[in-house]
């Protein structure tokens, strides 16, 4: 199992990108995001998304941060951190395969807490370069399934695609 936590959000200018966040961890295999912010409007979107296109994907703000990487870790989980500070993927992938458990993959937005770094088992980087927490996700998110959450299906979804290679074909259920 694969949970986000969001740290860091600003209503007022990272709706869209933290919306993005909850998007890409649930099309590649995460089973549900913490936002450590108050925003109903990303809670919606989420939502409203997990309602048509199906999956039991989670979305919930309002959490605190230390709270909720304490829950985790006293339940056994483990804490990945994405940070262009870490240890490179390619060198982070195979320990982190191999944990026998749950796992919280915390991503920011501007600076984070310099605590989180001590608090992670495992500070990972996508790249030493900066980019995105979307980018970073993404590719750590298949890395870590080597590829296999690309084939997801969603159960009880009321709108599916039909790959085609061109043009668009939905089926609505
Ligand atoms: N400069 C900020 C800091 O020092 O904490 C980070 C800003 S970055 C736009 C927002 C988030 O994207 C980071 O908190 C991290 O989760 C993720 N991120 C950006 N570049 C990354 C990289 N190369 N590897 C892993 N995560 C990255």
């Known amino acids: 199992r694969i949970v986000i936590l969001r740290i860091g959000h600003r209503p007022e200018r990272d709706q869209r990108v933290t919306t993005h966040v909850g998007l890409t961890a649930r099309a590649l295999?995460?089973?549900?995001?913490y936002l450590a912010a108050d925003d109903k409007g990303v809670v919606e979107s989420i939502t409203d998304v997990v309602s048509r296109w199906g999956g039991t994907f989670f979305i919930e703000d309002k959490v605190s941060?230390?709270?909720c990487?304490?829950?985790w870790k006293a339940a056994g989980?483990?804490?990945v951190h994405l940070t262009m500070y870490g240890i490179n993927l390619p060198d982070a992938i195979g320990g982190?395969?191999?944990v026998d458990g749950d796992l919280l993959v915390i991503v920011g937005a501007?600076?984070?807490p310099g605590e989180i770094y001590g608090l992670a088992d495992f500070n990972v980087a996508v790249t030493n370069?900066?980019?995105s927490e979307i980018s970073s996700l993404a590719i750590f998110l298949d890395q870590f399934?080597?590829?296999?959450?690309?084939n997801l299906e969603f159960k009880d979804a009321h709108i599916i695609v039909h790959p085609c290679p061109l043009g668009k074909r939905t089926e609505e259920r």
């Open 29 to 33: 295999g995460a089973q549900g995001m």
């Open 65 to 67: 941060w230390k709270r």
């Open 69 to 71: 990487i304490a829950d």
């Open 77 to 79: 989980g483990k804490v």
């Open 96 to 98: 982190i395969r191999e």
């Open 110 to 112: 501007e600076k984070v």
């Open 129 to 131: 370069q900066p980019h």
């Open 145 to 150: 399934a080597e590829g296999r959450e690309l």
